[in-house]
C-alpha cells in the first residue's frame, strides 16, 4: 500500500448500504427507493442526523491506538459491538432477500453474477473489480473461492449471495483505502 498501513477510514453503514446497491443496480418494482429508518440497525439512516454536524463529530478519535497515536475516526462513533452485527445482519438481507416491502422492495441484480457462479474464481474476479477496485486480498479471495465453492453448482444464486455477503461484511470491504 502506497499511503502506509495508517491510511483509511472506515466507511459510513450508509455508504456500505447504498454501495451495495449501486454495485448491483438495485431496483424496486415500484421505481421507488424507499430507504429509511435503518438508525435502529446500521446507526444513520438518510435524512435522520441527529445534528446539523452530521452523524458523529469531525473530531471523534476511538480511545485506544487510534486517540493513542493523535488520529481521528469519527465514523467509529457511531460503531458498536451491537451495530457491528445488526448492520452486518441488515446487509445480508439486503443480499439475500432485498430491503423493503411488497413493490418497494429493493433487489439486487444478480443476473452477471449468477452466469460466473460456476466458475468462483471468475466471479471474485468481477465482484473484486466492483466492489474492492482490484485490491482484494488474496487470503480474503481464496476464503470466499472455498465457501463458494462448497455451495453446490446447482445453486448458482446461492454462491453469489454468499460471495457478496462475506465480501460485503470483511473488514477489506468496511474500511475502505
Given at each position: 500500500?502506497a499511503?502506509?498501513?495508517?491510511?483509511?477510514?472506515l466507511r459510513e453503514?450508509?455508504?456500505?448500504f447504498?454501495?451495495?446497491?449501486?454495485?448491483?443496480?438495485?431496483?424496486?418494482?415500484s421505481g421507488?427507493?424507499r430507504?429509511?429508518?435503518?438508525?435502529?440497525s446500521?446507526?444513520?439512516a438518510?435524512?435522520?442526523?441527529p445534528?446539523?454536524?452530521?452523524?458523529?463529530?469531525?473530531d471523534?478519535?476511538?480511545?485506544?491506538?487510534?486517540?493513542d497515536?493523535?488520529?481521528v475516526?469519527?465514523?467509529?462513533?457511531?460503531t458498536?459491538?451491537t451495530?457491528?452485527?445488526?448492520?452486518?445482519?441488515a446487509?445480508?438481507?439486503l443480499?439475500?432477500?432485498?430491503?423493503?416491502?411488497?413493490?418497494?422492495r429493493?433487489?439486487?441484480d444478480l443476473?452477471?453474477e449468477q452466469?460466473?457462479?460456476l466458475?468462483?474464481?471468475?466471479?471474485?474476479?468481477?465482484?473484486?473489480?466492483i466492489?474492492?477496485?482490484g485490491r482484494?486480498?488474496?487470503?480474503?479471495r481464496q476464503i470466499?473461492?472455498?465457501?463458494?465453492?462448497a455451495?453446490?453448482a446447482t445453486?448458482p444464486q446461492?454462491?453469489v449471495?454468499?460471495?457478496i455477503?462475506?465480501?460485503g461484511s470483511?473488514?477489506?470491504?468496511?474500511?475502505?483505502k
Amino acid at each position: 500500500m502506497a499511503a502506509g498501513e495508517a491510511y483509511g477510514h472506515l466507511r459510513e453503514p450508509m455508504i456500505r448500504f447504498v454501495s451495495m446497491i449501486r454495485a448491483f443496480s438495485g431496483r424496486a418494482p415500484s421505481g421507488r427507493f424507499r430507504i429509511s429508518y435503518l438508525e435502529g440497525s446500521m446507526g444513520q439512516a438518510p435524512f435522520r442526523s441527529p445534528t446539523v454536524f452530521n452523524f458523529f463529530s469531525p473530531d471523534y478519535g476511538k480511545p485506544g491506538p487510534i486517540a493513542d497515536a493523535g488520529r481521528v475516526s469519527p465514523e467509529f462513533q457511531i460503531t458498536s459491538e451491537t451495530t457491528a452485527v445488526t448492520a452486518t445482519n441488515a446487509m445480508r438481507g439486503l443480499v439475500f432477500y432485498g430491503y423493503g416491502s411488497n413493490q418497494d422492495r429493493i433487489r439486487l441484480d444478480l443476473t452477471v453474477e449468477q452466469q460466473l457462479a460456476l466458475d468462483p474464481g471468475a466471479l471474485l474476479d468481477r465482484l473484486d473489480t466492483i466492489l474492492f477496485g482490484g485490491r482484494l486480498s488474496p487470503e480474503l479471495r481464496q476464503i470466499v473461492v472455498e465457501a463458494v465453492t462448497a455451495i453446490p453448482a446447482t445453486r448458482p444464486q446461492a454462491r453469489v449471495q454468499t460471495a457478496i455477503h462475506l465480501l460485503g461484511s470483511s473488514a477489506e470491504f468496511l474500511v475502505q483505502k
